[in-house]
């Protein structure tokens, strides 16, 4: 019978940690679930654990994604180095990438383990989402990325009650006030409006069909203090691995701030023009280690809402003991 476990929980959780050791008792394959270890040479600053491992290339997929898996400790992990740090990269992109892998470890006997802190995939790939085939907008995603939140979060709020009301008084006051989730309402209000297109048919063929009770979703949580003082530590330790070392060779590979995924993605965002101004270090890496906190907080706020997470406090004695022990049962015994 075809399983998937699902590991999620906000960042600096040790959730792939867990993964592999669940992985390698139950014979298990990891797919990763973060949004930004997608990209290749973004190592470092994303915490991919892959520095003596060899990516080996797995022809499921034909086009444009680079699918295959690093061995680490002996577990097989996917959806690592897809694409380049300048391409858009899409949740469909990654349900695209993620059925045929998943599929292919069934096949061979295996137990997938989805593991990441991306809620948004996780959820496109095991519900399907109804505006997963609704490409972004990049042209109004760059026109409202240097603007300040404070100015695009009402501009956002006008555009998109003028295109679709009923859609904006249905958001509830969290998703009025963040322009991420603003932006993809008007992208989808748009789309929506200008055809008929059927996108919940199309969905259908682009999600996992696995019944419930075949999918255990773990989550991994910590008290915020307790979560704050890991990630702290946590960007001290990407610190010394060479973050700038690796910032600066992605640069010079000509991906700039600009025009890839470096000017939005934690760790490196930060450092935008500290390479050519008198910005001063510990003023970035205080921000960095704050903009990580925020982070966590939206990953909560996100995975709360999911009632079916059997959630484990990292903080508690024997909490992988517990998590293996509800993983057996549910996998072995049923």
């Not at 240097?146 to 100015?151: E, G, I």
């Not at 906190?293 to 903080?315: P, V």
Request: glycine share 6%.
């Amino acid at each position: 019978m075809n399983k998937l476990l699902v590991i999620c929980g906000p960042t600096a959780t040790g959730k792939t940690s867990l993964g592999i050791k669940l992985a390698q008792k139950f014979d298990g394959e990891i797919v990763n679930a973060d949004s930004r270890q997608v990209y290749r040479g973004m190592d470092v600053g994303t915490g991919k654990e892959v520095q003596n491992s060899k990516f080996k290339i797995q022809s499921l997929r034909k086009g444009k994604y680079n699918i295959g898996y690093y061995s680490i400790s002996g577990v097989r992990v996917w959806l690592l180095d897809i694409v380049e740090p300048n391409y858009r990269f899409s949740v469909a992109d990654y349900v695209n990438c993620a059925v045929p892998v998943i599929t292919d470890i069934c096949m061979r006997g295996k137990l997938p383990i989805l593991v990441g802190g991306t809620g948004f995939y996780i959820k496109a790939l095991i519900d399907g989402i109804d505006t997963i085939g609704i490409e972004p907008d990049w042209g109004l995603r760059e026109r409202f990325q240097s603007a300040s939140w404070r100015t695009k979060i009402p501009k956002l709020q006008e555009f998109l009650k003028r295109i679709d009301i009923e859609r904006f008084n249905r958001m509830n006051q969290s998703d009025k006030s963040n322009p991420r989730r603003l932006i993809r309402a008007i992208e989808i209000a748009k789309k929506v409006q200008s055809t008929s297109w059927r996108i919940k048919v199309q969905n259908r063929e682009k999600r996992l069909n696995l019944a419930r009770e075949n999918v255990l979703v773990v989550g991994l949580k910590a008290p915020y203090k307790t979560l704050y003082k890991r990630i702290d530590k946590r960007v001290e330790k990407r610190l010394k691995q060479g973050l700038l070392r690796e910032i600066r060779k992605l640069v010079g590979k000509g991906y700039t701030f600009n025009d890839s995924v470096l000017g939005t993605t934690l760790a490196y965002r930060e450092w935008r023009g500290y390479f050519k101004s008198d910005k001063l270090k510990d003023e970035i890496i205080q921000k960095w280690k704050y903009d990580e906190h925020h982070y966590a907080r939206r990953q909560m706020t996100w995975f709360r809402k999911e009632k079916r997470i059997n959630w484990f406090d990292i903080a508690a004695d024997n909490f992988p003991q517990n998590v293996e022990k509800l993983a057996e049962e549910w996998y072995i015994n049923k």
